[in-house]
Nanobody, 126 residues
Framework: QVQLVESGGGLVQAGGSLRLSCAAS????????MGWFRQAPGKERAFVAS????????YYADSVKARFTISRDNAKNTVYLQMNSLEPDDTAVYYC???????????????????WGQGTQVTVSS
């Protein structure tokens, strides 16, 4: 497993941008598929984006496609989520997740991930 720490959340106006970072510790980061999920109050945790071990494959939820970009820097053990054109419906706690065992590609459901960060709050005002 890897240990994950998110940062970069905050309050932003609609139409604005934020970049979330997720720093990972442990030796398996470069062989781990990574994902971002979010959870709004009263709702289940939902998939946002995923990136494969080498960054060659990415996948996005329809709701964020063309607005969000997931990327990773294996030399820095960090995965990023660039969020542009933010909308009030993007307000949620954002979680970073890692699949450190048997990763091949991208994963879109929570059950495939074995490590989670503590989350970072993103609030978009209208």
């Amino acid at each position: 497993q890897v240990q994950l720490v998110e940062s970069g959340g905050g309050l932003v106006q609609a139409g604005g941008s934020l970049r979330l970072s997720c720093a990972a510790s442990g030796r398996t980061f470069s062989s781990s598929a990574m994902g971002w999920f979010r959870q709004a109050p009263g709702k289940e945790r939902a998939f946002v984006a995923s990136i494969s071990e080498n960054g060659g494959s990415t996948y996005y939820a329809d709701s964020v496609k063309a607005r969000f970009t997931i990327s990773r820097d294996n030399a820095k053990n960090t995965v990023y989520l660039q969020m542009n054109s933010l909308e009030p419906d993007d307000t949620a706690v954002y979680y970073c997740a890692a699949r450190s065992i048997g990763s091949r590609g991208v994963y879109t459901t929570t059950r495939w991930y074995d490590s989670w960060g503590q989350g970072t709050q993103v609030t978009v005002s209208s």
